[in-house]
């Protein structure tokens, strides 16, 4: 067995060609580019149990020579995967269901009749691929680089593979994020947290793919820094994947879901006073606002505008050929991983970050509600747009944090707090006004609300 870890970013043609004489590779570039033709097929029960287990099984087809490959799903967050992989050389391209022993085949599938396992998809690529390697400081790096190019067939549906893939052979996980982001500065690339062997499973059923990852499990006694990285990955994740999917089948419901992942990262990153300097987090601050700039206007119109939800397709396809999206997913990733708001910041940042979150949020919370003055905007409606980030900030940590509070009726603080920030986001009316004016009095009169003003 050994572990794989590595970055997929989806990319065009006219991409693909570009990379391959980009300068940075070209000057790291230790081997050449050598091209191979990959056949892949891969296998599960008439069921998807394989699939429901987190677990790939393929046989693949390079030249004369016939591997087969399990690969258990493990970590995978904002397109940065590890995964564990057992591979197999065989004389003939049929699948050995021997090898699929107890020392890789899942436990919750110890049950399953091997034999029923079948053909489900197949991913056929040209593989144009080349060793990457420099110096990091004193260690040295060493990454596979992948220009991939075919496609995806299940039954009569297909969709196009146009990819680079890199893959960590020697130093630390960062060092693929810094390269990808490099690139991406130059180059439209889609940090994509999606598969080939999911692509397939997708195409076999439309509706196979999940959309949001876990939700993290958050606890009052861990410290904010903490949560901050389970929160920002997952944010950052489902917007990935949201991305993916919007991009696959045009859904509108998907783009609005997609802009509230980046509303909600960039009001993370917004309420962490200290504990996060600005300095740390200026540069993603700026990329997300310049997408929620464009995108929520299109969003918000395309509620009533059918005509903006059919132009929304081809805009999110012009968005994702240029650089920014991509540039700000492997930044965050990069940010995260590496923890950089903690670098450099003030004993009293690393008190706040060191916080538990019990303790922290509630005081978060308590700030920002005794800020809002929320019986100013029942005589002054018209004003509380201007509150607009101020409740985001709120929001967002009553969405995915309110387990830790000791508040009561939770649920309905955030709901209410959520209806309010909606109707301060409409355009203002007589009839709209009167329904800001009673939905402020709604808010400022729960008893959580009350407890948070003391």
């Known amino acids: ?82 995964r564990n992989e057992w591979d197999w050389y065989l004389d003939k391209a049929k699948l050995d269901i021997k090898k699929l022993g107890d020392d890789c085949w899942p436990a919750s599938l110890a049950d399953l009749d091997k034999k029923t396992l079948k053909p489900i998809f197949t991913t056929d690529f040209v593989r144009e691929k080349a060793e990457i390697a420099w110096g990091r400081g004193k260690t040295r790096v060493v990454i596979e680089a992948a220009l991939d190019l075919g496609q995806v067939k299940a ?77 920002g990955w997952q944010l950052l994740g ?78 999110f396809t012009e968005e994702l050929g240029q650089t920014r999206w991509g540039l700000l997913s492997l930044k965050a990733s990069l940010w995260l991983l590496q923890r950089s708001w903690t670098q450099g910041r003030n004993a009293r940042g690393d008190r706040q970050g060191a916080a538990e979150l019990g303790k922290w949020l509630p005081h978060l919370l308590a700030e920002e509600a005794k800020a809002l003055q929320l019986p100013r905007y029942q005589q002054q409606p018209e004003d509380l747009a201007e509150q607009s980030p101020r409740m985001e900030r709120m929001l967002v940590w009553l969405h995915l944090a309110r387990g830790v509070l000791e508040l009561p009726e939770t649920d309905r603080l955030y709901g209410e707090l959520a209806k309010l920030h909606e109707m301060a986001r409409q355009p203002l009316d007589e009839a709209a006004r009167e329904q800001r004016v009673e939905q402020a009095h709604r808010v400022w009169t729960l008893k959580a609300w009350k407890l948070l003003e003391k």
């Open 155 to 231: 039954g009569k549906q297909s969709e196009e593979i146009c990819e680079l893939e890199l893959e960590l052979r020697q130093g630390e996980p960062e060092a693929l994020l810094e390269l990808a982001a490099e690139l991406a500065a130059d180059l439209p690339l889609m940090p994509c947290d999606i598969s080939k062997a999911e692509r397939g499973y997708r195409l076999y059923d439309a509706d196979g793919y999940s959309l949001q990852l876990p939700v993290p499990e958050l606890v009052a006694s861990m410290p904010l820094d903490d949560a901050v990285v389970a929160l």
């Open 238 to 315: 489902n917007s990935q994947r949201l991305a993916e999917q919007y991009r696959f089948n045009g859904r509108w419901k998907l783009l609005g879901e997609w802009l509230q992942q980046l509303v909600e990262l960039r009001a993370l990153l917004g309420s962490l006073g200290q504990a996060a300097p600005r300095a740390s987090s200026r540069e993603l601050r700026e990329l997300l606002d310049m997408l929620i700039q464009d995108w929520r206007p299109r969003v918000e119109a395309g509620q009533d505008d059918e005509g903006v939800r059919k132009a929304a397709p081809t805009q």
């Open 1 to 82: 067995m050994q572990k794989e870890t590595e970055i997929k970013l989806r990319a065009s043609r006219e991409t693909l060609l570009a990379l391959r004489e980009h300068p940075l590779l070209k000057k790291r570039n230790k081997s050449g580019w050598s091209r191979h033709e990959l056949f892949n097929q891969y296998y599960d029960t008439a069921e998807r149990e394989l699939a429901h287990a987190r677990v790939a099984l393929r046989l693949r087809r390079d030249g004369e020579q016939f591997i087969q490959t399990l690969k258990s799903r493990g970590q995978s967050v904002a397109g940065l995967s590890e």
